[in-house]
């Protein structure tokens, strides 16, 4: 049951891409895009999320925590998943300057063994991209939150950033594009910065991919 739903969300997801890439729905704006060259080859990108603002819905089991329970923009996850350490959620998503150029999936989910996730970017007048990374722990954030003093069902104010893949880390890739982003390859790393947490659990503050992109890595 649980590889159908991952299966029909996968394809369901890849129909959305395909029918904003395919469909002739109308000319996307491009807006420039915001790269800078590395020093040894290469592009460097960020993406940037805000909280709340661009969280359009989430869905997800106990396992993960306030960002499947969160009241604002969350979704109920089917029965028989409700016990499964799985997470999904979409946002809209912003580049370095902060206008929003795309939609963006992040699917997270865990068993036994290891746990993994990948975030889907879909920019409009650019194409898509493909990151994935494993060993995120189940609510994470929640933890890193609790050690700095948030209490769930009060009000939090504070600082807290929570590296989820790491700046390095080998296991962070850029897995696979289109269009712009068709045959590049290399790293990225997920920093969530929060900044404060209402008493019904929204979470304010921002989520930065950073992508190292080169050809045929």
Known sequence: MKATFFLALFLGFAGVLAAGHFVPW???????????????????????????????DAAGAKAAGLRAA????????????????????????????????????????ADARASGTAWSLMIPSRGALLLTAPGEQPAALDTALRN??????????????VALAPEGVDTAIVAAGSDEFSG??????????????????????????????????
């Open 26 to 56: 109308g000319a996307h704006v491009r807006l420039p895009s915001q790269t800078r060259v590395v020093a040894n080859g290469g592009r460097a990108e960020q993406f940037l999320i805000r909280l709340p603002a661009d969280r359009i």
């Open 70 to 109: 969160a009241p604002r923009g969350a979704s109920a996850l089917p029965p028989q998943l409700t016990a499964e350490p799985l997470l999904v959620e979409h946002f809209k998503v912003r580049d370095a300057a902060g206008n929003v150029i795309g939609l963006a999936a992040r699917h997270w989910s």
């Open 148 to 161: 700095a003093g948030y209490n769930a069902g009060t009000a939090w104010i504070g600082d807290v950033r």
């Open 184 to 217: 590049l390859g290399g790293k990225y790393s997920e920093t969530w910065t929060i900044t404060g947490v209402t008493d019904g659990g929204e979470l304010h503050g921002t989520i930065e991919l950073a992508t190292v992109t080169r050809k045929g890595t």
